[in-house]
């Protein structure tokens, strides 16, 4: 198993990606989208997950954020596992046009490996780098913002509801100390 981008301080600030197995464009819903939210602010509420940037794109996710109880990997394992399974849930109970091909594609990607039972929703990778300077946190607070302005979904960061430069962001953002 490779040692590269794991979590090593449990109490340390992280950039991190979440991507959906095969880049499927499974957040191309909202009500998907919707599901990482109420999911961050469970986090963030139950679990003592600070956020300090975020943005979700059609096919993964960037956050920088901590834990303020020093459990950051456990905290990021329940994410992924619980958004998981309300994806796949709402998948099968909505009424998805692309339900049996996505269903599929997890599913398929479920056996490629021993992690999983019937359905994988993210890869088993979190690409975690450690924050360790203002200055490097700012560089990757702009490239997670700048995201949707690089997919021409919008103009100015700020448009962009699903992202922590939304004027009126959905997650409350901790203060960086």
Same mark, same amino acid.
């Given at each position: 198993?490779? /040692?590269? +981008?794991? *979590?090593?301080?449990?109490?340390?600030?992280?950039?991190?990606t979440f991507t959906v197995v095969d880049w499927?464009?499974?957040?191309s819903r909202k009500c998907y989208r919707d599901i990482l939210i109420d999911s961050l602010l469970h986090c963030i509420k139950n679990k003592d997950l600070m956020v300090y940037s975020y943005v979700i794109m059609t096919n993964h996710m960037h956050i920088i954020c901590r834990?303020?109880?020093?459990?950051?990997?456990?905290?990021?394992?329940?994410?992924?596992?619980? /958004?998981? +399974?309300? *994806?796949?849930d709402a998948i099968k109970h909505t009424s998805e046009?692309?339900?049996?091909?996505?269903?599929?594609?997890?599913?398929?990607?479920?056996?490629?490996?021993?992690r999983n039972t019937t359905y994988q929703v993210w890869t088993h990778e979190n690409n975690s780098i450690e924050i360790t300077t203002n200055e490097f946190y700012l560089s990757k607070s702009n490239y997670i913002h700048?995201?949707?302005v690089r997919a021409g979904w919008v103009d100015k960061i700020e448009d962009y509801v699903y992202s922590s430069a939304h004027i009126n962001s959905l997650i409350p953002i901790t203060d960086w100390q």
């Open positions: 198993m490779s /040692t590269g +981008y794991q *979590i090593y301080d449990q109490h340390g600030m992280y950039y991190l499927v464009d499974v957040f834990s303020a109880t020093g459990k950051l990997s456990d905290t990021v394992r329940d994410f992924k596992k619980f /958004t998981s +399974y309300k *994806i796949i046009s692309r339900r049996n091909w996505l269903l599929h594609r997890f599913e398929w990607a479920a056996n490629q490996n021993d700048l995201n949707p």
